[in-house]
């Protein structure tokens, strides 16, 4: 059926009514899209307007979203799409956006067997095979230092969601090792942790020591935010996740 899946979205493409100086002014906004070439921004487009057309991002909250911003939802979600397919966010249709933070309740048992309810604030969140949760106000808090991207953080928990619970773990391309996943990330893990216990600076959000699904989405985020800090510092886990997005941010702001 793929073939109809192709031609659907052929005439998804053919009648899209995406407002052009709204999508160049979103585009100007985000240094990740400022550098992308001619073939690389048409293709981000194609991909945006299937994603609008195909999820749903609807305002909670009291929250009433213009067009403008599901398009600024919509562009930082497929970056990391922009050279995979839109079925890598497959299996879910909505996302969910706050104002501000949202209160996640939550239920867990401790080692005592203890059942403890816990309600946290939360700028962002993804359900397995359910929707993208997130907070309007913090998408405005992107490109610190850090690189923070609440966006392209719950995306890529999207992304390791596609082989069942996020674990920093996502499907690897046929090309790739899962070993050497598994090696680089592991050990880039234990550094990091071993850093932030020792006070010394990362360059990259300390969240990330959370688990190892929070550092992949960090990582993520990092990639491409700053993409250089990534590099310098964690040069073996860059060049993975340049092979699993197959994309190479660092190179390609270097040759704009
Ligand atoms: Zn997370």
Known sequence: MRWLRNWRRASILKRSTLDEDLWRAVLDRYPFTRVLSGEERDRLRERVV???HEKSIVGAGGLALRDEMRICIAVQACMPILNLDLDYYRGWIEVIVYPDEF???YEYMDEHGV???VEEPMSGESWLTGPVILSWADTQLRG???GYNVVIHEFAHKLDMLNGDANGFPPLHASMDRGEWSRVFGAAYERFN????????????PYAGENPAEFFAVMSEAFFEVPDTVLAGYADVYRQLAAFYRQDPAARAAAR
């Not at 071993?194 to 959000?205: A, H, L, S």
């Open 50 to 52: 299937l994603f609008l």
């Open 103 to 105: 209160v996640a309740e």
């Open 115 to 117: 059942v403890h309810q």
């Open 144 to 146: 610190d230092e850090h």
């Open 194 to 205: 071993e850093r932030v216990k020792q006070g010394e600076p990362t360059g990259i959000d």
